[in-house]
Structure formats: structure tokens, C-alpha cells
């Protein structure tokens, strides 16, 4: 079975304040994909990231950062000096590659910035 | 039309009745998707479509019809519409099923209350 596992239901933090979202996945796949999308108050979805399981890379996009560790199965998300507007749910999903190729999300953190 | 588009932005609809959820895409997406999404339990796959002319079940399909007879549309159906189906209901497409190009692009969503 695959899940995705988001353990931090809300986060709050001030302004400036670096803030870490915890991603834990389970799959018996050997390929997969994962995910970040941000849903911020307006509402829809905005792709954030997608990460192949066979790059442990991790990926640095501005304020953003990816840590990916398959040993632990977790593909954890950093805001470098959050900002008011980073104040959103962030979902992160798990794709695999055998069975119907349906994303498996987690039910998400809502991370409030405040001024 | 740029994307992915849903109407009606939000409906209310008593329970009983008939609804039918519209979602068109323009960038020639081979897979589409229905979610519902649910405070508390994250993004829930009600169907989806690898490509036209062909439907699947996701983790939540009942009481949901789709169908999908040209690329660009993927509409959903609530035959019978029950106050549980009172949700916040997304669209999404992906260019394919399988590799390095899955990613999902979501609409702006539909709010449905069922009373």
C-alpha cells in the first residue's frame, strides 16, 4: 500500500522565521514520484515540485529547498525566511509506478506567517 | 482558455437532485483527474482518465459518474446528490500516465454544498 504520511497538521512562525514541512512516504515501488503543491487561501493548487525517486538530489529554489532521503522515506520541505505570503496548505503526494499511476496525498499542513 | 477551468465555481444544491461538474483543459492533457477534498483528510481520487474514450475508479467513487469523450472535457456527475457529497471538488490533467511528465495541474475548484 502507499501513503503519505503529513504529521504537522498547522505550523505557525513568525516572519523571517525559517520553517520545515515534514513529508514521511511508504511505497514497495522502486520508482516513484513525489510532490509539493501549495494551496494558499484563494484556493487552488500550485505546483510546487516533482522529485524522481532515483535523484536524491536535493533542489534550492530561491527561498524554497527539498530534502529528499529515500534511508528514511521522507521528502521534507524548507522556506528560508518565510514571508506572510507563504501562509498556505501545503499537500505533498506520492506517485508510483505499478497500478494505476493514481497520486496518493497526504492531508496536508497549514502554515500561518505572521507579521 | 489557459489551463484547466471548473464550473460552477460553487453551487448549492439539495439533496436529491442531479449535478453535473464541468471541467475543460486546452493543453491537450492525455490524463484527467476528479478530487474531492475534505477538511482534515487531505486530496481523495474519485475518478479518473488515462485518455479519452476510457474511465477508472479512484478511492472514492461512489455516487460519482464520469465521462470522457473528447480530450478536453472530463465533466462529473452526481446522479443523486446526498448531503456527504458537500465538498470542495477539483480537476486536474497530466500529459501522461507514465515517465517523467506526471505532473498534475489542478482547476480552481468547485465548492458543492448539498442540503
Known amino acids: 500500500a502507499q501513503k503519505v504520511t503529513q504529521a504537522q497538521t498547522e505550523i505557525s512562525v513568525v516572519e523571517k522565521e525559517d520553517v520545515t514541512l515534514d513529508c514521511v512516504y511508504e511505497t514497495r515501488d522502486t520508482t516513484y514520484y513525489l510532490f509539493w503543491y501549495k494551496q494558499p487561501p484563494s484556493g487552488e493548487l500550485v505546483f510546487l515540485i516533482r522529485r524522481n525517486s532515483f535523484d536524491e538530489q536535493n533542489e534550492i529554489s530561491g527561498r524554497y529547498s527539498w530534502n529528499f532521503q529515500k534511508s528514511t522515506s521522507s521528502f521534507n520541505f524548507t522556506i528560508t525566511a518565510s514571508q506572510v505570503v507563504d501562509s498556505a496548505v501545503y499537500f505533498c503526494a506520492l506517485r508510483g509506478t505499478s497500478g494505476t499511476y493514481k497520486y496518493i496525498f497526504g492531508t496536508g499542513t497549514r502554515l500561518k506567517v505572521l507579521a | 482558455i489557459a489551463g484547466i477551468t471548473q464550473a460552477p465555481t460553487s453551487q448549492i444544491l439539495a439533496a436529491g437532485r442531479r449535478m453535473t461538474l464541468r471541467c475543460t483543459q486546452d493543453?491537450?492533457?492525455?490524463?484527467m483527474y476528479w478530487y474531492r477534498q475534505d477538511l482534515g483528510l487531505g486530496l481523495r481520487l474519485i475518478h479518473y482518465s488515462n485518455t479519452a474514450g476510457t474511465t477508472g475508479k479512484g478511492e472514492v467513487p461512489d455516487g460519482y459518474s464520469v465521462s470522457r469523450a473528447n480530450t478536453d472535457d472530463f465533466p462529473l456527475t452526481l446522479a443523486s446528490a446526498v448531503p456527504s457529497q458537500t465538498s470542495v471538488y477539483f480537476c486536474?490533467?497530466?500529459?501522461?500516465?507514465?515517465?517523467?511528465?506526471?505532473?498534475?495541474?489542478f482547476g480552481p475548484g468547485t465548492r458543492l454544498t448539498v442540503l
Open positions: 486536474a490533467s497530466s500529459s501522461s500516465t507514465s515517465g517523467f511528465t506526471d505532473t498534475q495541474y
Open positions: 493543453m491537450r492533457h492525455n490524463a
